[in-house]
């Protein structure tokens, strides 16, 4: 390491040091840190521009991706030294991390972790899915690790975790980033846990039954699967003791329909996380307890440690304040993978006003509404798969699982749509047919194609749901 990049990293490391407060504990009942999660907005733009300041000569000096990028700009690390020169650094996105670690494999050169920092306080290696494309591997330390659980520590306290929980952690603990951010988290808190990687519905069924936790810890789909596994074994989850559904990976809080499933399935609250592999260790988006309440149902961020904007998906220019864009994030918390202006790519709007919770911390209204990745273009007309599901499963009588299938009619060639959706029961599925074809219409303003399929026929879908099938000859 040079001497400017082992200056540039130690000036970092104690610019992270000096804004984390509270540590071990939390301050009182409703803020973790009410230094920082209480913070003004003019409190939490001092700290923003202070940290931008440090952070861009800590990349020029520790990341060749950067330094390159710096340098292709024309522009040095303290032309970006607070957040209105953010503007002059066009957004990152997906492609060139992974033309970067095409380039430059296994690692690429987008974060500031070297073999030296890795072999003297490496942690742990997480990995993007991959499927569209060859996975973006981060690597974190060990100081990392440390912030990670401060981090997820006051987003758990605002959902109202308290060690009096048992948390049942159902994933398979890949190299998953939330999994084992809130596990983290949850040992900081000294809350209990059930590790529940590896086992199958049952035996899962069965650990809720005589372990009793508070807490399930799992993507929305696994929930509602886990659910219906119960009520197959003749026991009723919402009698259960589980009284909080903690989920991610997938939007569930926002899409009314499916939320109210989920609540009703298991007589608890749904409370959301959402994040990203790039820009951890960090919760992201966390629910706070006034969420639900009269400003609807939208997700905290936490800015004293990130930078968050929305870009016009064509222009990628920001978007003005209350506008409906796709999710930047400039990351100020991390050793290993601070990133600036990195597009995470989720829609959804910004919200600057103080919450009823007390934080002035913008907020995601309505959530996060889908990658721009998921959008479907179907004859012109842009929508999500979340606006179907949320068509679909406010229909009585339908079962949980649908299909959304794209294909090219033979005949004339033009892109057509058809869901599939199962009923309940085996009664008649022709008044079905109508009922959902006009809540599709209504929700898209698209005529689809509806197939009612008895029950059981759709596969049940355990973890991350894949119900788009597009077999369009044009895609
Ligand atoms: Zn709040």
């Given at each position: ?8 990293r130690?000036?970092?490391l ?10 071990d504990?939390?301050?009182n009942e409703?803020?973790?840190?009410p230094?920082?999660?209480g ?7 001092a700290?923003?521009?202070e940290?931008?300041?440090?952070v ?9 991706f950067?330094?390159d ?7 040095t690390?303290?032309?970006?030294a607070?957040?209105?020169d ?29 073999e ?7 942690w ?17 330390s060990?100081?990392?690790r440390e ?14 975790f ?17 999994a ?31 372990f ?18 119960m ?55 966390y ?20 930078v968050?904007e ?10 003005a ?17 601070p990133q ?9 709007t ?22 721009a990745?998921?959008l479907i ?9 979340t ?11 339908l ?23 199962e009923?309940?029961?085996?009664g008649?599925a ?5 009922t959902?074809?006009a ?16 029950p059981?026929?759709?596969p ?6 894949k119900?788009?099938?597009d ?5």
């Open positions: 390491m040079t001497d400017r990049a082992e200056k540039t130690n000036d970092w104690a610019t992270l040091a000096k804004f984390k407060a509270d540590p504990q939390a301050a409703r803020m973790w840190s230094r920082l999660d913070a003004s907005r003019d409190e939490i733009t700290i923003q521009n940290k931008l300041s440090v861009t000569p800590f990349l020029y000096e520790n990341s060749r950067y330094r990028r710096f340098d292709r700009l024309d522009l690390p303290s032309d970006i607070s957040l209105d953010l503007v002059k650094w066009p957004v990152v996105d997906k492609s060139e991390m992974t033309r970067d670690v095409e380039a430059s494999p296994p690692y690429g050169h987008f974060t500031t972790m070297g030296d920092i890795w072999q003297s306080r490496g742990m290696l997480f990995s993007t899915s991959g499927t569209t494309g060859t996975p973006r591997i981060f690597r974190y060990q100081i990392d912030y990670w659980a401060w981090s997820n520590a006051r987003a758990m306290h605002a959902m109202g308290t060690p009096a929980d048992t948390v049942f952690m159902m994933t398979g603990y890949g190299p998953h980033v939330w084992w951010g809130v596990q983290m988290g949850l040992a900081k808190m000294g809350i209990g846990l059930l590790p529940g990687g590896g086992m199958d519905g049952a035996m899962r069924a069965g650990i809720v039954e005589r009793k936790p508070t807490v399930l810890c799992c993507t929305p789909s696994y929930a509602l699967y886990l659910g219906r596994v009520q197959d074994l003749g026991r009723d989850p919402a009698t259960s003791s589980v009284t909080k559904l903690f989920c991610a990976g997938e939007p569930s809080m926002a899409i009314g329909p499916t939320r109210e499933k989920l609540e009703d399935l298991w007589g608890a609250r749904l409370v959301e996380f959402y994040g990203c592999t790039e820009a951890a260790p960090q919760a992201g988006g629910a706070c307890e006034a969420t639900g309440g009269e400003d609807g149902y939208f997700l905290h961020l936490m800015e004293d440690l990130q968050w929305t870009v016009d998906p064509e222009t990628l220019e920001t978007t304040p209350g506008q409906r864009g796709l999710s930047v994030c400039t990351n100020l918390i991390s050793e290993s993978s600036l202006r990195f597009l995470v790519g989720d829609f959804t910004l919200n600057h006003e103080t919450c009823a919770c007390g934080r002035s911390h913008a907020r995601a209204m309505g959530c996060f509404q889908g990658r990745d998921d273009n179907l004859r012109g007309i842009k929508f999500f798969p606006q179907i599901e949320k068509a679909v499963r406010a229909i009585p009588g079962g949980d699982e649908f299909q959304i299938v794209l294909t090219s009619r033979p005949a004339d060639g033009m892109d057509i749509m058809k869901v599939v959706v009923h309940s029961d085996h008649p022709s008044k079905l047919t109508e959902v074809a809540a599709v219409r209504a929700e898209i303003e698209l005529r689809a194609d509806i197939e009612v399929v008895a059981g026929t759709l049940k879908t355990e973890f991350k749901a119900r788009v099938t077999e369009r000859a044009n895609r």
